[in-house]
Structure formats: C-alpha cells, structure tokens
C-alpha cells in the first residue's frame, strides 16, 4: 500500500504562480511513476502532467504546456507541479497519482494504482 498526500493548493491571481507538492510513502519511491489530474466543478477529471521514474521523461497536457512542469526529488520520497503564469480555468482540484514499478510515464488515470486525496487550486480573474 501506498500512501499519497498532495499539499500546496490555494487562492491565487491570474498570472501567480503555485506549486504544488505530492509525498509518497514506500521505500521504492524512485520506481513509482507519477502523474497529476485535475477535476474542475462539473467536469470530469484529466490528464495535466506526468514523469517516469527518473523525472527524465516527462508528457504534458496541452493546455498547461509552457506553463506546468513536473519534477521529482527522489531522496524526499516528493514529486512537485510547479505551475506558472496560472488562468482561472486552471481551477480544479489537483490530484496526484503513482503507478508502481514502471519505467515510463502514463496519461491515462487507469494506468496508475494509488492516488491522494486531492488539493484546491483557485485562480481568481
């Protein structure tokens, strides 16, 4: 089992900048996989950013590219989401998702066995 917790949500301004941070538990913790979604009011959840175990591979959605990036620091057992230049349709809540064992970086929330509980992003206008 593995224990997801993300941090690091709030109230921001058009154009502010966030990070975001997500401990995972377990000892293998640099061959998780790690994802971020994200589930707007009334929408269904989608894909924002993903890494592969080394933080060297990494895939982002569309509308956050240029503006997100994604990172790891294996010796914390933490992956962050540094988002930058934020919009108020980046509202959502941010969740934070860890495939166990794999290589590669996944898109598809199916693909990953744990997730965390979720953090508040609001960007106000």
């Known amino acids: 089992q593995v224990h997801v917790v993300e941090s690091g949500g709030g109230l921001v301004q058009a154009g502010d900048s966030l990070r975001l941070s997500c401990e995972a538990s377990g000892r293998t913790f640099s061959t998780y996989a790690m994802g971020w979604f994200r589930q707007g009011a009334g929408k269904e959840r989608e894909f924002v950013a993903a890494?592969?175990?080394?933080?060297?591979?990494?895939k982002y959605a569309e509308s956050v590219q240029g503006r997100f990036i994604i990172s790891r620091d294996n010796a914390k057992n933490t992956a962050y989401l540094d988002m930058f230049s934020l919009k108020p349709e980046d509202t959502a809540v941010y969740y934070c998702?860890?495939?166990?064992?794999?290589?590669?970086?996944?898109?598809?929330?199916?693909?990953?066995?744990?997730w965390g509980q979720g953090t508040q992003v609001t960007v106000s206008s």
């Open positions: 998702a860890v495939r166990v064992g794999s290589s590669y970086f996944y898109t598809s929330s199916g693909e990953y066995d744990y």
């Open positions: 890494m592969n175990w080394s933080g060297l591979s990494t």
